[in-house]
T-cell receptor, first 112, second 111 residues
Framework: DGGITQSPKYLFRKEGQNVTLSCEQN?????MYWYRQDPGQGLRLIYY???????QKGDIAEGYSVSREKKESFPLTVTSAQKNPTAFYLC???????????FGPGTRLTVL | DQQVKQNSPSLSVQEGRISILNCDYT??????FLWYKKYPAEGPTFLIS?????DKNEDGRFTVFLNKSAKHLSLHIVPSQPGDSAVYFC??????????FGTGTRLKVLA
């Protein structure tokens, strides 16, 4: 079955620690994205990648980092520099940047 | 500055009636629009899209209308079903890899 997987579904982190969220797709999509959703808000773009070994900052990239070493994988690291990391994180992919995006199930990160 | 706005945070509709969800945008460069449906604690699911060369697109019970002069699009669901109860997001793109999402409208279909 083709799709996007994110793990884990729930993640708890102590303040001051870095944490990496996993995103894997087997759709053979070129483009991948990370969004953040907060209560009552829309999806805000953190980072996106059009091709392997290339990525760009989105609207709220501060305190986050990504890598795109493989086409299938686009992990997101939430660093200790992110001031308000508790949120629901969504990964998405699309065939190209101009197509509809398909989303993973999301990871809820809670910083204690 | 919110470039894509969904001014109604919530909407309640009786089962079998029409649901109309609205979305306004400010950037005239946007030329491709998407609607997504989202259940709690899940990722959004793509519903329907429309490009700026069209003013209407239909897919089963879902129809999206685009009014470019008013910078307005709407999603019609007919007939509405209880399973349609979810949060609906519109998103817009202007020929780039970036989609701008609205804040969502929570639809509740009453049985």
């Amino acid at each position: 079955d083709g799709g996007i997987t994110q793990s884990p579904k729930y993640l708890f982190r102590k303040e001051g620690q870095n944490v990496t969220l996993s995103c894997e797709q087997n759709l053979n999509h070129d483009a991948m994205y990370w969004y953040r959703q907060d209560p009552g808000q829309g999806l805000r773009l953190i980072y996106y990648s059009q091709i392997v070994n290339d990525f760009q900052k989105g609207d709220i990239a501060e305190g986050y980092s990504v890598s795109r070493e493989k086409k299938e994988s686009f992990p997101l690291t939430v660093t200790s520099a992110q001031k308000n990391p508790t949120a629901f994180y969504l990964c998405a992919s699309s065939m190209s940047g101009f197509d509809e995006q398909f989303f993973g199930p999301g990871t809820r990160l809670t910083v204690l | 500055d919110q470039q894509v706005k969904q001014n109604s945070p919530s909407l309640s509709v009786q089962e079998g009636r029409i649901s109309i969800l609205n979305c306004d945008y400010t950037n005239s460069m946007f030329d491709y629009f998407l609607w997504y449906k989202k259940y709690p604690a899940e990722g959004p699911t793509f519903l329907i899209s429309i490009s700026s060369i069209k003013d209407k697109n239909e897919d089963g019970r879902f129809t999206v209308f685009l009014n470019k002069s008013a910078k307005h699009l709407s999603l019609h669901i007919v007939p509405s079903q209880p399973g349609d109860s979810a949060v609906y997001f519109c998103a817009a793109s202007g020929g780039t890899y970036k989609y701008i999402f609205g804040t969502g409208t929570r639809l509740k279909v009453l049985a």
